[in-house]
């Protein structure tokens, strides 16, 4: 079975920390990788797209790796402000039906 | 942000009455998804469609169907909504279905079902 799982579910550090958040997938044969973010009671805004040919994005303080050997993503946020905090979601596509697969998210709370 | 509006944007219903969610865009995107958001269970496809008239069945699309007439309208029909089906509906769409392109998602409707 196709899965994707998210370690911590939740994560509360101090503001100005860089810190990282994690994606596994069972499944080695994906054709991309996305992350959302999701603030309470609202939408899924994409933060970053990887393709499986690629090993990583950058947005700004956001950069996305990803590992298909080992089935892992990782998203690294520098330099955390508290408008970082919300819900980050990590979404593997598995097939040309565009069936995104998503893990159950990790929440984050950066403290002033 | 992608050009994607869901209507209506809270609902509140009866068990075993039919309810219509509508998703919109202005994108002119080929592929659009439903999905519903549940505590537990994360985000779940209901439905999706790769064109016009052309749908296909997600992971939890019992009790669910869908149409598609023209490329900028998705609905979701609840043929007769039971309380298992109280959740948050987002749409979503896409320009391509392979690895190209990414997915991006509408404001949300919850659904709460008495």
């Known amino acids: 079975k196709q899965e994707v799982t998210q370690i911590p579910a939740a994560l509360s550090v101090p503001e100005g920390e860089n810190l990282v958040l994690n994606c596994s997938f069972t499944?080695?044969?994906?054709?991309?990788l996305q992350w959302f973010r999701q603030d309470p009671g609202k939408g899924l805004t994409s933060l970053l797209l990887i393709q499986s040919s690629q090993r990583e994005q950058t947005s700004g303080r956001l950069n996305a790796s990803l590992d298909k050997s080992s089935g892992r993503s990782t998203l690294y946020i520098a330099a955390s402000q508290p408008g970082d905090s919300a819900t980050y979601l990590c979404?593997?596509?598995?097939?040309?039906?565009?069936?995104?697969?998503f893990g159950q998210g990790t929440e984050l709370s950066v403290k002033p | 942000d992608a050009g994607i509006t869901q209507s209506p944007r809270h609902k509140v219903t009866e068990t075993g009455t039919p309810v219509t969610l509508r998703c919109h865009q202005t994108e002119n995107h080929r592929y659009m998804y439903w999905y519903r958001q549940d505590p537990g269970h994360g985000l779940r496809l209901i439905h999706y469609s790769y064109g016009v008239k052309d749908t296909d069945k997600g992971e939890v699309s019992d009790g669910y169907s869908v149409s598609r007439s023209k490329t900028e309208d998705f609905l979701l029909t609840l043929e007769s909504a039971t309380s298992s089906q109280t959740s948050v509906y987002f749409c979503a769409i896409s320009e391509s279905a392979s690895g190209g392109l990414a997915q991006y998602f509408g404001p949300g409707t919850r659904l709460l079902v008495l």
């Open positions: 499944d080695s044969a994906i054709y991309n």
């Open positions: 979404a593997v596509l598995y097939n040309q039906g565009g069936k995104l697969i």
